[in-house]
């Protein structure tokens, strides 16, 4: 069972907006703004999408973003495309044992 | 170009031992701590151990502690993953990955990955 909790699975059509959900506990999601997401297209290595809750790395369409209130945090894309079709994983800094990071189980997402 | 580069694939018995190996290139290795992550198939990320090039400071997840050993030469660029004794349950995709210049916590650059198969 991962640390932090992401829904299974999400669709959207092309062009539409979808928000995929990661919640976490308050030694981790909720105490820190270390958060990330990541894409993940099949048979390749993850790709960094949003740092520090809502920071874009350079390249990265801003049709991607992201929040956070509380224990939950948020990745929202926007005007969805088939290539946006991949698993999303988000990540957390976290204060527990000797983890320094944290995963969410992962989402995928399918562009219908 | 800014890469890291894995080893190949490996395919081994259990009980047998092996390292693999993560060069980098294109930027400054030893200002940047080198993450590994396990990959089980069909599974999500975890976050296995970190070490920084410069003193080889290494921090391993409990989970893995004992289990793996993290090394680095600093002198080729290059870190390393290990097994004194594989398992079947370590079977699973490996990835190298270096942090991004904001924070420890978030990871830029990736390597391809190192699939390790291990059955009898």
């Known amino acids: 069972q991962s640390a932090l909790t992401q829904p299974a699975s999400v669709s959207g059509s092309p062009g539409q907006s979808i928000t995929i959900s990661c919640t976490g506990t308050g030694s981790d999601v909720g105490a820190y703004n270390y958060l990330s997401w990541y894409q993940q297209h099949p048979g390749k290595p993850p790709k960094l999408m949003i740092y520090?809750?809502?920071s874009r790395p350079s390249g990265v369409s801003n049709r991607f973003s992201g929040s956070k209130s509380g224990n939950t945090a948020s990745l929202t894309i926007s005007g969805l495309q088939v290539e946006d079709e991949a698993d999303y994983y988000c990540?957390?800094?976290?204060?527990?044992?000797?983890?320094?990071?944290?995963f969410g189980g992962g989402t995928r997402l399918t562009v219908l | 170009e800014v890469q890291l580069v894995q080893s190949g694939a490996e395919v081994k018995k259990p009980g047998e031992s092996l390292k693999i190996s993560c060069k980098g290139s294109g930027y400054t290795f030893t200002n940047y701590w080198i993450v590994w992550f396990r990959q089980m198939p069909g599974k999500g990320l975890e976050w296995m151990g970190i070490i920084y090039p410069v003193d080889s400071d290494t921090r391993y997840n409990s989970s893995f502690q004992g289990q793996v050993t993290i090394s680095v030469d600093k002198s080729i660029n290059t870190a390393y993953l290990q097994w004194s004794s594989l398992k079947a349950s370590d079977t699973a995709m490996y990835y190298c990955a270096k942090h991004h210049s904001q924070a420890m916590y978030y990871f830029d650059l990736w390597g391809q990955g190192t699939l390790v198969t291990v059955s009898s």
């Open positions: 990540s957390s800094y976290t204060s527990t044992n000797s983890l320094h990071v944290v």
């Open positions: 520090g809750v809502s």
